[in-house]
């Protein structure tokens, strides 16, 4: 059974820093690109990073410089590390792996609230 399980969410003041954990289980987690994703408040989700599976990695310009997606597979997890937090950050982020265009997989998202 495929589970994937986001966390580290939570309340952080402007400037401060969080590090979301994706763990993965159910599928061979290591060939899977990671996505992660996330969706404020009356708006679209959005495709923030990804992470292929020989480590190769890219964030969107909005996060560039502050964001770092890492993915560690012996641990069927990878991670978001997020720094100098701004209020429009604030958002639901949601990890993905994708195996293939019928085979990718959705957590249940963790929230991220950037508020003084």
């Known amino acids: 059974q495929v589970q994937v399980v986001e966390s580290g969410g939570d309340l952080v003041q402007p400037g401060g820093s969080l590090r979301l954990s994706c763990l993965a289980s159910?599928?061979?987690?290591?060939?899977?690109?990671v996505r992660w994703f996330r969706q404020a408040p009356g708006k679209e989700r959005e495709l923030i990073a990804h992470?292929?599976?020989?480590?190769?990695?890219l964030v969107t310009d909005s996060v560039k410089g502050r964001f770092t997606i890492s993915r560690d597979n012996a641990k069927n997890t990878a991670y978001l590390q997020m720094n100098s937090l701004k209020p429009e950050d604030t958002a639901v982020y949601y990890c993905?792996?994708?195996?293939?265009?019928?085979?990718?997989?959705w957590g249940q998202g963790t929230q991220v609230t950037v508020s003084s």
């Open positions: 992470i292929n599976s020989d480590g190769s990695a």
């Open positions: 159910g599928f061979t987690f290591s060939t899977a690109i």
């Open positions: 993905n792996p994708y195996l293939n265009f019928a085979h990718h997989y």
